[in-house]
């Protein structure tokens, strides 16, 4: 089983020492030659004075001047070592002190100069915990019959020596290859490589999924052990599993999926269901797919899994986090019994949820449909006979129901953000941050808001009982991010205030796309405002999502494609298997610890001491784990989409567009092609027209003698002059356009 210096670091603690047996089976380690790497790995570690030994024992040895932090360094060969907490200063490492780290490796790094007001402290890199670049994507060179791999990437200083430099390498020169990396730099030694597969002869022959894939190290196919361990699963239903489950069989049970390619397996994780109470309030069951039934903790499925972290989709690609096998045994189908959990909430008349419940399920599907079926059968009122029933529900569904839901939303200050096309394969927010909204297809925005309220309730429901967890939280965006959005706000004379100078706040974005909508430049307004947004972040301790107006949050509906939601999932079945409802045996009577109405009632801990403690275990190394997996997901399927945009205006060159002035600086500025979203940059040296200063008090570039201005919101007609494929850069130059300059331009 493969594992990094990091993975052994993270099953130990400076206050508990651990068995070597433990850190085996924790590994997976089972083969000889496991074993002797992970003796090998423990011997230097404690050698360093990373660990210490004691009886047999492992334990971690933490100094106050070395930190655990990512490596980001630059084309001239400076680092910065970026530490996991968010206001913890960033680490300056000269190219000396680098100790062969490569960019965006795990380090543990020893200050060696304390920061000043004016300068960040200084540190050199003490270890190596775990590599970031396995492989390259690298162009192949051939100098006096020895051939090297030159990475792509200009932040990875070095070339790697080719393994088997004989006549198979002849084709590959000057060719975009994808290099393992067979041994890192060691001393004076440079690093050996061996190529996979060449790709084509430049970043344009090669397919983009290929390089995508490539260039962030994504894994291509499961190993035979976890093929192999997947293939042995029992994925009967025993009839003792039934009776500890709430039987859901009989009530009236809807999927409603994304309609894909016919080629790719769909992953089917969630139902609903919708019913009345007694005293006639709308119930709603959102259903979940219980993964966690079928992938055991510390399996080598379950390694797996947290490894990868995340499904990755990329257009018709998808770089699934389970084998399809499991997949199979999970999805959810027609006439077909499945394990489930089951969130369940009870809404007043207002959309307010007044009460929740989770409970572990079984259900059996009645209809899949797709949106677009949806979309049809609720706007024309009329399907088949044999659905009459079901579009009753769906009515009810998403004329009633979610409504409301989103108006609750929108009152707490929450906005939508509207998009063109359907990036986002899951069914809360994903990665986009907020709820996005389709004016093709509403019933998706809709479903979406329910969703992510069952991630509201179930984060709030493990906040009440104390149980350890993982938030989904979302940061405010800073204020230089949105400064020029505000700015180009302003000169498209759109009326808008902030509500406090002070703080930013969910209902000033909410109030910024009110304004969108008096625009011409509607639509690219939407996409800058996106982009301002921060990325997801996951943590131990409950904090608020700036994009969905929440006080708190957690991601849970996809357990088969985030090894987050999966999580949650284990902290939920030990609840229901574990949970002390009464605070000693002497009280007749218990609470129902699956229920909101016992929030408030609970002085005592829920959970037994042992299984409290297995659970936090290495929680702190696995959040860390997981935001840089979302975060290598989030810049791989941003990247496919680059350059899917980079290969359309190639296709475009010597073209003119019309666009809107998005970002202005002393080399340029940027202009936003509405019609296809792509960004490019008109270089101030194309300007031959006069000679243009930047003013940076009025964000504009201003001709001397002409006394042109190109500011932020002005259009102009740009030609497509080049690309750059791979770096996804598109250089355009003014045909026309720009504005009037006043005198305050020329002021100081």
């Known amino acids: 089983m493969e594992f990094s210096i990091a993975t052994i670091l993270s099953h130990l603690s400076a206050d508990k020492l651990v068995p070597g047996k433990v850190l085996e089976k924790k590994l997976g380690c089972e083969e000889p030659e496991e074993l002797e790497k992970l003796q090998i790995s423990l011997d230097v570690l ?154 084509g002869s430049d970043a344009e022959a090669a397919a983009d999924t290929d390089i995508v894939s490539s260039k962030h190290d994504l894994p291509q196919e499961f190993s035979e052990r976890v093929l192999q361990k997947a293939s042995v699963i029992n994925a009967e239903i025993t009839e003792a599993e039934i009776q500890q489950r709430l039987n859901l069989r009989d009530l009236l049970t809807i999927t409603i999926e994304q309609e894909i390619s016919k080629d790719l397996n769909l992953f089917i994780e969630n139902a609903f269901t919708l019913d009345k109470t007694e005293d006639n309030h709308w119930r709603l069951g959102i259903h979940i797919v219980d993964v966690a039934h079928f992938v055991e903790p510390e399996t080598h499925l379950d390694r797996e899994a947290r490894k990868r972290g995340t499904t990755v989709h990329l257009g018709e690609k998808i770089i699934p986090m389970l084998p399809e096998i499991v997949q199979n045994y999970c999805t959810l189908v027609p006439d077909v019994d499945r394990l489930t959990i089951s969130v369940f909430l009870i809404f007043d008349e207002k959309g307010q949820v007044m009460e929740s419940q989770i409970q572990p399920s079984i259900i059996r599907v009645d209809h899949s449909l797709t949106y677009k079926e949806v979309q049809n059968m609720i706007g024309t009122g009329s399907t088949k006979p044999e659905l009459e029933t079901t579009l009753e529900l769906l009515s009810h569904l998403f004329f009633e129901l979610a409504p409301l839901v989103k108006a609750q939303r929108l009152q707490r200050g ?255 500025f940027f202009v936003q092609i509405e019609d296809s979203l792509v960004e490019g940059l008109v270089h101030v040296s194309s300007l031959k027209d006069d000679w243009y200063e930047y003013r940076s008090r009025h964000t504009c570039l201003v001709g001397r003698k002409n006394r042109t201005a190109y500011r932020l919101g002005d259009t102009v007609e740009v030609e497509v002059k080049s690309v750059d494929y791979y770096r996804q850069q598109i250089d355009l130059v003014t045909v026309r356009g720009g504005s009037d300059a006043v005198d305050e331009d020329f002021e100081d």
């Open 414 to 668: 929450g906005f939508d953000i509207t998009l063109d096309q359907i990036t986002s394969y899951f069914k809360d927010e994903g990665r986009i941050g907020a709820i996005a909204s389709y004016a093709s297809l509403p019933v998706l925005s809709l479903m979406t808001e329910l969703m992510v309220l069952v991630g509201k309730v179930v984060a709030q429901h493990l906040k009440e009982l104390q149980l350890p967890s993982i938030y989904c939280t979302q940061a405010k965006p800073d204020w230089d991010e949105l400064e020029d959005l505000l700015k180009l706000v302003a000169n498209l004379k759109l009326d808008f205030h902030l509500e406090s100078e002070d703080e930013l706040q969910s209902v000033d974005y909410y109030h910024l796309i009110q304004e969108f909508g008096k625009s011409d430049y509607e639509k690219v307004l939407h996409y800058l405002l996106l982009n301002s947004l921060k990325s997801d972040k996951y943590t131990q301790h409950p904090s608020s999502h700036f994009g969905l107006a929440l006080p708190i949050y957690t991601h849970c509906v996809s357990p088969g494609q985030r090894y987050v939601d999966l999580q949650i999932q284990r902290i939920l079945k030990a609840l229901f298997q574990y949970g002390r409802d009464r605070r000693h045996s002497r009280v007749s009577k218990g609470i129902d610890l699956r229920s909101s109405t016992c929030y408030g009632e609970i002085n005592w801990n829920v959970l037994p001491p042992a299984i409290q403690t297995y659970l936090e275990g290495d929680l702190h190394s696995l959040i860390t784990h997981l935001n840089e997996r979302e975060k290598i997901a989030q810049d791989a399927e941003s990247d496919l989409a680059g350059l899917k945009k980079a290969e359309k205006m190639k296709d475009c060159t010597g073209k003119v567009f019309s666009g809107l002035i998005t970002g202005v600086q002393s080399y340029g």
């Open 46 to 199: 404690e050698k360093v004075g990373v660990v210490t030994k004691e009886f047999g024992k492992y334990r971690r040895v933490m100094e106050e001047d070395v930190v655990e932090a990512k490596l980001r360094c630059s084309s001239k060969g400076f680092c910065f070592a970026i530490q996991d907490e968010e206001d913890a200063d960033d680490i300056y490492i000269r190219e000396s002190h680098l100790s062969n780290a490569w960019n965006s490796d795990r380090v543990l790094v020893k200050i060696i100069k304390e920061g000043t007001r004016r300068r960040s402290p200084e540190g050199e890199v003490k270890l190596i915990v775990e590599r970031a670049n396995p492989s390259v994507l690298a162009r192949v060179v051939e100098e006096k019959g020895e051939y090297n791999a030159v990475p792509l990437d200009d932040r990875l200083l070095f070339e790697l020596n080719l393994k088997n430099n004989d006549d198979s390498l002849i084709d590959a020169v000057n060719h975009l290859v994808h290099v393992n990396v067979l041994r890192y730099p060691i001393g004076q030694n440079p690093p050996l490589g061996k190529v996979i597969r060449v790709l």
